[in-house]
């Protein structure tokens, strides 16, 4: 898998701004990425050094369509904390 592939997108809502404080950053990546790749993406990415990397699958919600229920599909989310100092400059503006 390419670098590139492994993050899919910021996750910007407010729990994951009250985390910037923190230094820690969140973001939808693929499912088969695991911590390495996705820290070797993070660093390469935004030209921040990594050190640490956590990682979750959230569970698809169950939707309802007419009388179905059909579930929603799962995805990976990683909170990534950044050395003391630096910034994604990306997520300052949210």
Same mark, same amino acid.
Do not use: C
């Given at each position: 898998?390419?670098?590139?592939?492994?993050?899919?997108?910021?996750?910007?809502?407010?729990?994951?701004? /009250?985390?910037?404080?923190?230094? =820690?950053? #969140?973001? @939808?990546? &693929?499912? %088969? /990425?695991?911590?390495?790749?996705? =820290?070797? #993406?993070? @660093?390469? &990415?935004? %030209?921040?050094?990594?050190?640490?990397?956590?990682?979750?699958?959230?569970?698809?919600?169950?939707?309802?369509?007419?009388?179905?229920?059909?579930?929603?599909?799962?995805?990976?989310?990683?909170?990534?904390?950044?050395?003391?100092?630096?910034?994604?400059?990306?997520?300052?503006?949210?």
């Amino acid at each position: 898998m390419h670098l590139y592939e492994v993050l899919r997108r910021p996750l910007i809502t407010e729990k994951s701004t /009250a985390l910037q404080m923190l230094n =820690k950053y #969140a973001f @939808e990546v &693929a499912k %088969d /990425a695991n911590k390495p790749m996705i =820290k070797q #993406a993070v @660093e390469k &990415a935004f %030209d921040v050094e990594v050190t640490a990397v956590n990682v979750i699958v959230v569970r698809g919600k169950r939707r309802n369509r007419g009388r179905q229920q059909l579930p929603a599909h799962s995805w990976k989310k990683a909170i990534v904390t950044l050395k003391p100092g630096d910034t994604i400059e990306f997520f300052e503006g949210a």
